[in-house]
C-alpha cells in the first residue's frame, strides 16, 4: 500500500511505500531516525567554497559538470540515508546556497571572459586574422598569452624605394600610398595563417606557426605558408603595378627565416603586445637587405 500516496518527510514528499518501508525497517532494526542537524551550515559553506573555487578556475564547461555532479550527489545520497540508514541530513537550504554560489560565479567568470574577449579584439584586430579572433570569442576560453620558446618562421617584408619616393610627396599621399600597400599584404598574410607583428614605416614584420587559440600549440606548416605567402604577396604587387592602379610602381623585397624564437605579451596595464623577440629577427631583416627588387 502507499503507492499512490505521498507523505511529508524531512526530504520532501515521498512515496507512502518508502516511508512505510523506513518505519517497518526501524521497527526491525530497532533503530531509529537520527537527525544531524549541526551537518546542515557545514555542508552548506563546503558546497559554496567547492564552487566558488572551482568556478574561478575551471573552464565552463567543467564547471557546469562538476556542479551538477555536486549538487546531485548530496541529493541523492541525503535521500539514500534516509531510506536505508534512518538518517536525516536537510539537503535544501545547502542546495539552495550551493545554486545561488554557482550561479554567482558563473556570472562573474562569464562577465570577466566578455570582457577579456572585447579586449583581445581591440587590441589584435589587424595583427591577427578575423576567422582567427571570431574563433576565439566564440570558444568562450581565456587566451593566455603566457611568454614561451617557440619555433616560428619570420618574414620581413620591405617596400623598396617608399622612403625616397616619400620626399616628393606630401605627408598625405604618402599616408594612403603606404597604407594601401600595407593594406594587401596583411590580408595576404592573414589568408595565410600568419599575423602581423608590427608595421615599421614602409616594413612589415609578419609571425607564422603561432596559432592563436587557448592552448598556443604551434603550427608545423609554418615554413610552407611562409614561402606560399611571399610569392602570393609579390604577384599581388606586379599584378598592381601591371594594372596601374597607381601612378607609382614599388617593388616589395621579403627575408624568410625559421628560427627558435621567445614570444609573448610585452603590454602592460590591461593592453595586449603580442611580440616576437629573438636573433633570427634582425637575420629576416638582412636577407630581405640581400634581396633584389621583386625577390
Not at 92 to 119: E, N, W, Y
Request: hydrophobic fraction near 45%; proline fraction near 3%.
Amino acid at each position: 500500500t502507499g503507492g499512490t500516496d505521498f507523505k511529508y518527510t524531512f526530504t520532501g514528499k515521498v512515496p507512502g511505500a518508502l516511508v512505510v518501508a523506513s518505519i517497518m525497517n526501524s521497527a526491525l532494526t530497532g533503530q531509529w531516525l537520527h537527525e544531524f542537524p549541526s551537518l546542515e551550515l557545514p555542508l552548506t559553506l563546503l558546497l559554496i567554497s567547492l564552487l566558488t573555487v572551482i568556478g574561478m578556475f575551471c573552464s565552463p564547461r567543467l564547471f557546469i559538470t562538476v556542479t551538477i555532479c555536486l549538487l546531485t550527489t548530496v541529493i541523492v545520497g541525503s535521500v539514500l540515508l534516509f531510506s536505508y540508514g534512518n538518517i536525516v541530513i536537510s539537503w535544501c537550504l545547502p542546495t539552495l546556497f550551493g545554486v545561488l554560489a554557482a550561479t554567482s560565479t558563473a556570472t562573474l567568470r562569464f562577465g570577466i571572459v566578455d570582457h577579456h574577449q572585447k579586449m583581445l579584439h581591440h587590441d589584435l584586430v589587424g595583427k591577427f586574422g578575423q576567422v582567427a579572433i571570431a574563433s576565439l570569442a566564440n570558444s568562450g576560453e581565456l587566451l593566455q598569452l603566457t611568454a614561451k620558446e617557440q619555433n616560428l618562421t619570420i618574414m620581413f617584408i620591405d617596400i623598396a624605394g617608399f622612403s625616397k619616393l616619400a620626399t616628393r610627396l606630401t605627408a598625405k599621399e604618402a599616408f594612403y600610398l603606404i597604407k594601401k600597400r600595407i593594406g594587401f599584404i596583411t590580408e595576404i598574410v592573414h589568408d595565410h595563417g600568419g599575423y602581423v607583428d608590427r608595421t615599421l614605416g614602409d616594413g612589415v614584420l609578419c609571425v607564422f606557426g603561432y596559432e592563436f587559440a587557448a592552448n598556443n600549440v604551434e603550427s608545423h606548416n609554418h615554413c610552407k605558408n611562409a614561402l606560399q605567402c611571399g610569392l602570393a604577396i609579390q604577384r599581388r604587387n606586379v599584378e598592381l603595378i601591371q594594372q596601374k592602379s597607381d601612378p607609382y610602381s614599388l617593388a616589395i623585397r621579403i627575408g624568410i627565416h625559421s628560427t627558435p624564437t621567445f614570444i609573448g605579451n610585452l603590454g602592460s596595464g590591461g593592453r595586449i603586445d603580442l611580440t616576437v623577440i629573438g636573433h633570427g629577427v634582425n637575420f629576416s631583416q638582412r636577407l630581405e637587405s640581400a634581396c633584389g627588387p621583386h625577390m
